[in-house]
């Protein structure tokens, strides 16, 4: 079985997208144990799916769309929104500066 | 009166015929719960002392959002939030008169097959405490096992019902994708997630799938097909074509293999016939899942950023982190074709292989887990372990077909074993039927009643 072992840059990179702040010890485990797992889905190669169209739902589902106008009969009100935040000011989110 | 061991519909007629009420089955089973509750861990957020609404208790796993009452998911992400709203599920129970009775363990987010990774410590199984009572939906198959709640209510990614009811020694039935709504459901893999209840008895998993089935226009994935009388299904018995695929039956220890011989040899003897049938290896399910559902949990999690509601990110535990890493790798540019597409292309013939297959055969009968159930501990050996484990309930969540389990009897170390009958797409009453049939001739062997043995009243 061929490898696609993740290095440690690649791991680093990994968290960074996804909003992890890891430690060099996890980061030592997850790389070799997110290596172990590509490695083992490799088996999916053994079938012959280049030809076969994609499953986007299992129960071929359609698309579906409130109407204009449609009343939103679980909306919640500001109390229950902001009921669970731990930091908000005026009805508003507070969120870290970006720039 | 004795209420330990009734099923739920026969508490249900107790209540109706006055013989009982619901203050009285309340304070048996929060008794219950106040005595074997710190032994098995199954509920992380006890019943309430005294009912305000609702008939009939069910206890609801964690993941499903209950108003006024905290939704973890297991998880400290989520340790203080309160849901302002009722999941679908949870709304349609209480419309038919039934109440939350506590919220359960599982592993946290749904992501495991042992109950190890909730953040609220382990659930046991009840069976050997020294063991675990599988996952995700550990908790409610523990509680219903020891009769800590009449019934439960469940979710299944891939195996999350089915391996804790098995190895448990109770009724699981994951319904076909899209049957029941997953509205306020904590979402895991989106294409996969199917609540279903955990039960003692096949009629009860059948009643309360006609409660918690139907179209919901707040999930646009639920099906408009109508609701079936499951409970009128299991008065009509019928006699099926089923079977057997050998794939599944190599993977599995040979004691499990043996019993689910046996089972097979009872289904002949009422009348159903049996044929060998070959699928897809289950192995390639377990690929095609675990690239779908770790790119779904990489998405569905990232919502968690401790501004709206719950902590921040640094409180995800060490599979959360696993799964989202995996799933960011593999929906990132340069890899997206050679992993999720070409798992959604392997998908399809997972789909594919099993319609051909229901051309020939009713129902797919096969081991719901290839072993008993493993001691507390074995599962942190090996990351990857857990999807080996629910090798054989991968193929009907990755085709989005219904299954249940039932037990067939227990192994030499007095474990309880599963049988899965699986089904065509959103034909829950042949699988119903089915396995009602099996234990009405069977009893399940009498192992629900003799696990009660050791959780006396």
Redesign the interface.
């Known amino acids: 079985m061929k490898s696609k072992k993740?290095s440690k840059k690649?791991?680093e990179h990994?968290?960074k997208?996804?909003?992890?702040?890891?430690s060099a010890k996890?980061i030592e485990k997850?790389e070799k144990?997110?290596s172990?797992?590509?490695d083992?889905?490799?088996?999916?190669d053994?079938?012959k799916?280049?030809n076969?169209?994609?499953?986007?739902?299992?129960?071929n589902?359609k698309?579906?769309f409130f109407e204009d106008g449609e009343e939103n009969k679980?909306g919640?009100d500001e109390n229950?929104?902001f009921?669970?935040?731990?930091?908000t000011m005026n009805n508003q989110?507070?969120?870290e500066r970006i720039l | 009166m004795k209420i330990l061991g009734n099923s739920y519909l026969e508490l249900l007629e107790l209540m109706k015929t006055k013989q009982i009420s619901t203050k009285e089955l309340h304070e048996y089973f929060l008794k219950r719960v106040k005595k074997f509750n710190k032994d098995l861990n199954a509920f992380i957020t006890p019943p309430e002392d005294v009912v305000t609404e609702g008939d009939m208790p069910v206890a609801v796993k964690d993941n499903f959002n209950t108003t006024g009452l905290r939704t973890s998911a297991s998880s400290k992400v989520l340790d203080d939030y309160i849901s302002p709203y009722d999941a679908t599920v949870v709304k349609n129970l209480k419309t038919s008169g039934s109440y939350v009775f506590g919220k359960t363990n599982m592993d946290a987010w749904a992501h495991g097959s042992s109950t190890e990774t909730s953040d609220y410590g382990p659930t046991k199984n009840p069976w050997d405490t020294s063991r675990a009572p599988g996952g995700s939906s550990g908790g409610s198959a523990a509680s219903v096992a020891a009769y800590l709640a009449p019934a439960a209510i469940g979710s299944e990614t891939a195996g999350s019902i089915r391996q804790p009811a098995a190895w448990c020694g109770t009724v699981g039935l994951k319904p076909t994708y899209g049957r029941v709504s997953r509205y306020g459901v904590v979402a895991m893999g989106s294409s996969f997630d199917c609540p279903g209840p955990i039960t003692l008895t096949v009629e009860d998993s059948a009643y309360i799938l006609s409660k918690i089935a139907g179209k919901d226009e707040y999930d646009a994935t639920t099906s408009t097909k109508s609701v079936p009388d499951y409970i009128r299904a299991l008065k009509s018995p019928k006699k099926y074509k089923i079977g057997i695929p050998q794939s599944y039956f190599d993977t599995a220890d040979k004691e499990v293999v043996e019993k689910i011989n046996e089972a097979v040899k009872v289904l002949e003897k009422l009348g159903h016939s049996v044929k060998k049938i070959k699928l897809i290896d289950p192995k390639y399910a377990i690929s095609v899942y675990t690239i779908l559902q770790r790119a779904e949990v990489s998405s569905n999690l990232s919502r968690y950023d401790g501004i709206r509601y719950g902590n921040d990110r640094s409180n995800f535990g060490e599979e959360a982190k696993r799964r989202i890493m995996l799933g960011t790798y593999t929906l990132s540019h340069g890899y997206y074709d050679a992993y999720y597409k070409k798992a959604q292309r392997a998908r399809a013939l997972v789909i594919d292989d099993f319609e051909k297959a229901f051309k020939e055969v009713d129902l797919i009968l096969a081991p719901t887990a290839p072993n008993t159930a493993l001691k507390l501990g074995e599962f942190e050996k090996y990351p990857f372990f857990g999807e080996l484990m629910d090798i054989l309930n991968e193929p009907a969540a990755v085709a989005g077909i219904p299954a249940i389990t039932v037990p067939v009897g227990k192994s030499k170390e007095n474990l309880p074993f599963g049988m899965q009958v699986m089904g065509k797409q959103f034909d829950e009453e042949s699988i119903l039927d089915l396995s009602h049939q099996f234990e009405r001739e069977t009893e399940f062997f009498g192992i629900t009643k003799e696990l009660l043995k050791k959780y006396p009243d």
Do not use: I, M, P, W
């Not at chain 1, 997208?17 to 890891?22: A, H």
């Open positions: 993740l690649d791991v990994l968290a997208l996804s909003q992890l702040k890891l996890e997850y144990q997110l172990e797992t590509l083992y889905v490799d088996n999916l053994e079938l799916t280049k076969v169209k994609e499953a986007h739902s299992v129960t589902s698309d579906e679980r919640l229950k929104v009921g669970n935040s731990k930091k989110f507070v969120v």
